[in-house]
């Protein structure tokens, strides 16, 4: 008697977990018969002013999470073997990485096509599973498996923040208390951004200058980008006609954050 095949679900990180990994782990288990979670933090998807060598590692406190969650395998490569002998093949995704977060850092969505290509190489899921929070990088992969026909199915889960909005994420721990309080400009700026669409704005430049606003009340946050974007192929839209993606990045003290919602 032939078994039915098993469904592999994998959820590709680079550590430092915290609910919003979670809720991807438990989205896998209830999709999947398999559950493989990777911890990768990845060099080349880091700028030489980047973060790599301070970035949040905590692999002790990262593997009792996942027993707990009754993960099937935790995958923890070193770099040697993930780019044995040095990195000589890379994967890009033309017209897509040099927008949104790959306009002001070169070369880093080229780093994360390159590893999630690999590790898709190396795990073969039928499913991979990724946060709406990073929705240029889900964007850039769910065409790189289309143009390179991965047998990979590409499963998007909703952003999870904290009481307080902000959006979780593993840099969030480098911010101090001040910093913690401004960084909620990002959420409150998309908030507004969603009631100016909810009463009937749909031109692009007013629903950005609304966020724009609320960025000046907090002078002390540097933003790097604030764009409203068709979410597949990440070009601006100067009306929003159809669902878009307002996606904002900004420096909180030296941290980068990132938030974004969906314009429906």
Do not use: W
């Not at 604030?226 to 003290?253: C, K, M, Q, R, W």
């Amino acid at each position: 008697m032939l078994r039915e095949p098993r469904r592999v679900g994998f959820v590709p990180t680079m550590g430092a977990l915290h609910d919003g990994h979670l809720s991807l782990v438990r989205a896998a288990k209830a999709q999947s018969d398999s559950v493989v979670v990777s911890i990768f933090v990845n060099p080349m998807q880091f700028g030489p002013t980047e973060d790599f060598s301070k970035y949040p590692r905590s692999f002790e406190r990262d593997r009792d999470l996942l027993e707990t969650e009754e993960v099937d395998l935790l995958f923890a490569p070193s770099v040697e073997e993930i780019y044995p002998g040095g990195a000589r093949t890379f994967v890009t995704v033309d017209g897509l990485s040099e927008r949104l977060c790959g306009g002001s850092r070169p070369g880093h969505f080229r780093g994360v096509t390159t590893v999630v290509a690999k590790l898709f190489n190396i795990v073969g899921p039928d499913l991979a599973f990724f946060g709406q929070k990073d929705a240029a990088q889900v964007a850039i992969i769910k065409r790189m498996v289309t143009d390179l026909n991965l047998p990979v199915q590409i499963v998007v889960c909703p952003i999870v923040r904290e009481p307080d909005g902000l959006a979780m994420s593993s840099r969030n721990a480098y911010l101090n208390r001040e910093e913690r309080r401004r960084a909620l400009v990002l959420s409150r700026a998309l908030r507004k951004v969603e009631h100016s669409f909810s009463q009937g704005e749909r031109n692009t430049p007013a629903l950005i200058s609304a966020g724009n606003d609320v960025f000046a009340e907090e002078p002390l946050v540097r933003l790097d980008h604030f764009e409203i974007v068709n979410p597949d192929t990440l070009e601006s839209v100067h009306e929003v006609e159809a669902p878009s993606l307002a996606a904002v990045a900004a420096y909180v003290g030296t941290t980068r954050l990132i938030d974004n919602i969906v314009l429906r």
